[in-house]
């Protein structure tokens, strides 16, 4: 009877405590204790002074008519004005793909396309009277432009939501844009629709999405074959994967940037160039796919050694 009713009591399921209501919460974590208590208040002054001079700077002591006028040369470096379209039509682009993958995906992928829908609407917010239209790239119809962004990733969500489009075919669709925003952005030489520029005119926000971006996607599957190399049985494979992660992980990544901006040419021949944008992505993807390889090794060590020992003796290797 006694194991009974010991049994029947380990299997009871006890009840999750009632939330707490917002001061006893205040109570409990920031005023628990004198010593919490002393804490709580001074930081509280701290951060009020923090807050207070900074907002009178952002608000009322900073001039901030300089950077307004400069946000092409922030946004797109010295990218031609004449062929801004590029770029608007590339954004357009990458809007649509966010919302029909929010649609499809969802998940994370919910925040960035939101993220890049409030971004797009709070550039094109940004005071009017700071721009001579006509003049400047971000007059009345860019800021159009930018306002037409977060609707079409709301309408791409309305798309993927109906489960019309395959996650697969999202994918394929996404490394689609990829090429297509390096065909676009560099154009044809001796094209007159879309006239040859060249990287060097590249800059701003748009080249450091553009790296961010490639050494993302790049590094995924050198880092895979990082990863299994490292955790391979042959010595000579292992042993350069090794050193290739514990050597890039520990050189920053300005020094990588800048070894392949200005070490590298010198032992290329003479007549090989690389550009300057393709050695900064080589750089970015090297750098991101030593990381990318401890995070999936890392991964592959979680699993259980009686898993391991059974997928070798059905055949699989490892």
């Known amino acids: 009877m006694a194991t009974t009713d010991l049994t029947a009591a380990d299997s009871t399921v006890s009840r999750p405590p009632a939330p707490l209501k917002p001061l006893e919460w205040i ?24 807050l207070r001079g900074i907002f009178t700077w952002v608000f009322v002591t900073a001039d901030w008519t300089p950077v307004a006028h400069s946000l092409r040369l922030f946004a797109v470096g010295q990218y031609p004005t004449s062929e801004l379209w590029r770029v608007g039509l590339i954004l357009a682009m990458t809007s649509l793909l966010m919302g029909l993958s929010w649609g499809v995906w969802g998940g994370t992928v919910r925040t960035f396309a939101l993220a890049l829908a409030v971004g797009f609407a709070v550039i094109a917010l940004l005071p009017m009277d700071l721009y001579r239209v006509n003049e400047d790239p971000l007059d009345l119809s ?24 395959k996650s697969r075919l999202l994918a394929i669709l996404w490394l689609v844009s990829l090429v297509l925003t390096f065909v676009l952005l560099s154009g044809f030489s001796g094209s ?17 999405f553009l790296l961010a971006l490639v050494g993302i996607v790049a590094s995924f599957p050198i880092g895979v074959l990082l990863a299994l190399g490292r955790q391979s049985s042959l010595p000579v494979l292992k042993i350069f994967c090794t050193l290739f992660i514990e050597l890039v992980r520990g050189v920053p990544l ?40 401890e995070n999936i090794r890392g991964g592959l060590q979680s699993i259980p050694r009686g898993q391991v020992e059974a997928a070798k003796a059905v055949g699989l290797s490892g």
């Not at 007159?192 to 450091?208: A, C, D, I, K, N």
Request: proline fraction near 5%.
């Open 142 to 165: 860019i800021r159009l432009g930018f306002a037409s962004y977060p609707a079409l990733v709301m309408a791409g969500y309305a798309v993927g939501r109906r489960g019309v489009l």
């Open 254 to 293: 300005v020094t990588i940037l800048f070894m392949f901006s200005l070490i590298l040419p010198l032992f290329l021949p003479p007549d090989v160039r690389l550009d300057r944008v393709l050695r900064a992505m080589a750089a970015m993807t090297f750098f991101a796919a030593a990381y990318m390889a």
């Open 27 to 50: 109570k409990k974590n920031l005023f628990h204790g004198w010593f919490n208590s002393i804490l709580t208040i001074v930081t509280a002054v701290v951060l009020f002074f923090l």
């Open 192 to 208: 007159s629709l879309l006239p040859r520029v060249e990287t060097g005119m590249w800059g701003g926000l748009l080249l450091t």
